[in-house]
């Protein structure tokens, strides 16, 4: 009888967790999707493109020349006095230090353009998707990719929802 009475309230808990667990509404989406896919997130994209592209050009510039100045240099050190060659021999080596300096720099610079232009929009999506939450009553909504979502059926996915939400702000 002891152990009917304990096992009792055991059961009723599992029962009302169980019809509780039941009325949760459990959505998720993926935000690389929303990123790539969105007006916002294409606009993002073709801003870093050029971006990009312009420090791209600046870097090919600088190798052409410090490629012409190496060539220069094997084609004519021979005849060179050893004063001209050591001048060339430095000309390249700064050359080089400016080119890899260069490099560095506007990988640090497109990075940071890419995080900023990343958080805008994660911050804009954020409130999407609290608006979306509230309104249709789910209870929880992951994000697929980095909350480690292994399964999540196609009637869960909330990513078209969020893009056209975001599409239309």
Partial sequence: MKKILLILPIIFVGLTSLAYSQTQKIGYIDL????KDS???????VSFEKAFQSKRAIIEQK???LENLRQDFIKNGAVMSETKRK????????KQKDL????????LELQKKDLELTQKILKDIEGIVKQ???????????????GGLLYGGKDADITGKVISAYDSK
């Fill in 32 to 35: 690389q999707i929303v990123i």
């Fill in 87 to 94: 001048t060339m021999a430095d000309s390249i080596e700064k």
């Fill in 63 to 65: 190798r052409k020349a």
């Fill in 132 to 146: 979306i939450g509230d309104s249709e009553g789910f209870s929880l909504i992951l994000e697929k990719s980095e």
């Fill in 39 to 45: 007006k916002a997130g294409k606009a993002a994209k």
């Fill in 100 to 107: 890899d300096r260069t490099r560095e720099d506007f990988r």
